[in-house]
């Protein structure tokens, strides 16, 4: 199971930190991903990182405002987003992939930016 939080309302220019908590002993087998879906639109990758955080990759339309981490002793997966702006509103969803081929979704988090 996966949980995200830490979405909210906030300001052009500001910043939000997403998690998303895992369940389960296996957390450190499966890479990580952070996708959003705003309204009206696709859902669409946003960043992604290795199983043991060392291989990070990003969106153009987030790379440089955007660090994906994770910590495997806390099951947890990280987005920190900073110099948010208004297109960057949407529903985030982290999912979780297992080299055998599963992938698990949350049920999202809402991010909305003001301008």
């Known amino acids: 199971q996966l949980v995200e939080s830490g979405g909210g309302l906030v300001q052009a220019g500001g910043s939000l930190r997403l998690s998303c908590a895992a369940s389960g002993s296996t957390f450190s087998m499966y890479s990580m991903g952070w996708f959003r879906q705003a309204p009206g639109k696709e859902r669409e990758f946003v960043a992604h990182i290795g199983q043991n955080g060392g291989s990070t990759s990003y969106a153009d339309s987030v790379k440089g405002r955007v660090t994906i981490s994770r910590d495997n002793a806390k099951n947890t997966v990280y987005l920190q987003m900073n110099s948010l702006k208004p297109e960057d509103t949407a529903v985030y969803y982290c999912?979780?992939?297992?080299?055998?081929?599963?992938?698990?979704w949350g049920q999202g988090t809402q991010v909305t930016v003001s301008s």
């Open positions: 999912n979780a992939n297992h080299p055998l081929g599963s992938i698990y």
